[in-house]
């Protein structure tokens, strides 16, 4: 029985800090991939290559060190930070559409033999050319349920040309592994423990075939498009009609000071 999935879903954004309250949301699908399964789904899927062209592709060239491949780039990833490589992996992302994908973040979600959630890499990408790796372990971990799991972490990554200043970011996973339903919601705080910016995905799972692809391209068409239109859609407003700075990121990609 096939692991990999597609959750489709819809996103929230939420402003709420005293520069501006905002909230947006937007239909979307994400992709939960075996990375085991690869090789399968590009021999199995009519819709779907692994590093080639198609209607919807995954190329390991998209995220950091994925030229030596995502499995033994993952492993090699957390090796270096301490973390036992897991049973299982599973990639939560968009996948290329027509040639095209922007990951605001993807999530390699690592598992244990028994199922539980025990490591999480959230890969970055700003849309300035900027990515950085946020390794999560049993040092970031805290205080949980066996059903969420929450990870706390500093800020290290330029993002929004609107949000500055030293930030943590406290990442929750409702994400039982190849579960009926994902939910995965992202806090932004500043250090004083003040909540401004909320991001929550959620969705349901279906069967990753050949039948859900196209059903997926004719509820969410050029989807990365979208998604990149509507970050920039959002980001004049707040320029142009709320008023709020606009500050591009260094070469060094850093956050910047408040």
């Known amino acids: 029985m096939r692991r990999s999935a597609l959750y489709p879903g819809e996103i929230v954004h939420t402003r709420r800090d005293s520069i501006a309250k905002r909230k947006f949301h937007y239909p979307v699908f994400v992709a939960s991939i075996d990375l085991a399964e690869l090789p399968a789904l590009d021999r199995e899927l009519r819709l779907f290559s692994h590093g080639g062209r198609n209607l919807y592709a995954l190329h390991d060239r998209d995220y950091a060190g994925g030229a030596a491949g995502l499995a033994s780039a993952h492993a090699s990833l957390l090796g270096e930070h301490g973390i036992p490589a897991p049973a299982q992996v599973r990639l939560i992302t968009n996948l290329r559409v027509a040639g095209y994908v922007f990951n605001p973040v993807s999530f390699f979600l690592g598992y244990a033999s028994t199922g539980a959630l025990i490591s999480v890499v959230a890969e970055v990408n700003n849309t300035y050319g900027g990515r950085h790796r946020y390794v999560l372990g049993p040092e970031q971990r805290i205080a949980s349920t066996s059903q969420r799991i929450g990870f706390r972490t ?87 009609l709320h008023r709020v700075p606009y500050r591009r990121p260094g070469a060094d990609h850093r956050p910047l000071a408040e």
């Open 154 to 240: 500093p800020r290290e990554l330029y993002v929004s040309p609107f949000l500055h200043g030293d930030r943590t970011y406290e990442l929750w996973f409702d994400a039982p592994i190849d579960g009926d339903a994902l939910a995965i919601t992202m806090h932004v705080d500043t250090l004083a423990g003040e909540r401004v910016f909320v991001a929550h995905l959620a969705g349901r799972r279906r069967a990753l075939t050949d039948r859900a692809l196209l059903s997926a391209a004719v509820r969410y068409p050029l989807m990365s498009l979208q998604v990149i239109g509507l970050i920039h859609l959002e980001a004049m407003k707040l320029r142009f």
